[in-house]
């Protein structure tokens, strides 16, 4: 049991969750769109966010979508990473979120609190942001909108107060037979925050795409290091070399790992990917 006092609701219908957090706002609450909430429990035990009330998002139907449909593949905000993982619908994303904590952890979070996570991580948003195709279905007071996950992303995904992302959509063609490498880079344990966990994708006109989580305080892509490493003439330790020197903001320097040694890092671990990708496509 939480050691706190916090209001909980469980609506069944997107409308009855976009009406409750205006009633609740305009009662001078605090509410929160609650995805796992092993986060929000931490944060407000820790008192480190005023959230005084909760709005479960998984009883809604369209949050817990998990489908392939008309050609598309289609994750609900709501689905556990452990679910997406076991389902399986985008290898890439299986790779990625199946990294964030362990099992039992995994099995709580959802992908919406992930990629929505006041934390820098959100390793799950690696393929989203990458990908040409990716939207996001955000619920808001005027009705279901949907946006381009790139548009909408500027270290956060951005979203108003009020509205809450429903799902998100990739384009089935895209995603299919991708050829992709992913690989977290950790201090020590196999589980743990990422020193650095790197995605790549090679592109069917043959370019590389890459995105970066726990290099700086957000994940990001880079259309400066893309161009460096899908300059195929170039050996992968060179273009690796590179790209790092390139990167859009300086590494972090934390806990995790000093800013030299999470660039040395970055560079051998892109290297080699950059090597087995290149290798098998
Ligand atoms: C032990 C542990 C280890 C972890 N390791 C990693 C790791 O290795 N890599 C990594 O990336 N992350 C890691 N995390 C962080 C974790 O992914 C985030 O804390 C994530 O927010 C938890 O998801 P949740 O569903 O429990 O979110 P919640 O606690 O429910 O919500 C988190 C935030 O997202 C918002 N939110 C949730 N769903 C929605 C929605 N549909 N629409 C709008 N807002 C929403 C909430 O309002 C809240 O602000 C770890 C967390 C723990 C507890």
């Known amino acids: 049991m939480a050691p706190f006092n916090l209001l909980y609701y469980r609506p069944d219908t997107v409308d009855q969750a976009l009406d409750l957090f205006r009633i609740l706002s305009k009662e001078q609450h605090h509410p929160a769109f609650y995805g796992g909430g092993t986060e929000i429990l931490t944060r407000v035990r820790v008192q480190d966010a ?98 381009r996950v790139r548009d909408r992303y500027d270290q956060t995904f ?35 925050y990422p020193l650095v966990t790197i995605a790549l994708i090679r592109r069917r006109n043959g370019g590389i795409r890459a995105a970066f989580s726990g290099w700086a305080g957000f994940p990001f892509v880079s259309s400066r290091v893309d161009k460096i490493l899908s300059n195929g003439r170039r050996s992968p330790s060179d273009r690796a070399k590179d790209a790092v020197e390139h990167m859009p903001m300086p590494a972090l320097s934390d806990t995790h790992g000093s800013r030299a040694y999470r660039e040395f890092v970055t560079q051998y671990t892109l290297a080699g990917m950059l090597e087995e990708l290149e290798e098998e496509t």
Request: aromatic fraction near 6%.
């Open 50 to 147: 005023r959230f005084d009330a909760v709005i479960d998002l998984k009883a809604i139907p369209e949050v817990l979508v998990h489908r392939e449909y008309q050609g598309s593949a289609e994750f609900g905000a709501g689905l556990r990473l452990t679910h997406v993982a076991n389902r399986n619908l985008w290898p890439l994303l299986t790779a990625t979120a199946d990294r964030v904590a362990d099992h039992t952890v995994r099995s709580q979070i959802t992908l919406g609190g992930n990629l929505l996570s006041a934390l820098p991580y959100r390793e799950a948003i690696l393929p989203f942001l990458m990908s040409d195709s990716a939207e996001a279905k955000v619920a808001t007071i005027g009705g279901m909108r949907t946006h």
């Open 158 to 192: 951005k979203l108003k107060p009020g509205d809450f992302l429903v799902s998100l959509v990739v384009d089935g063609h895209e995603i299919q037979g991708l050829a992709f490498k992913s690989r977290k880079m950790t201090r020590i344990d196999w589980i743990d």
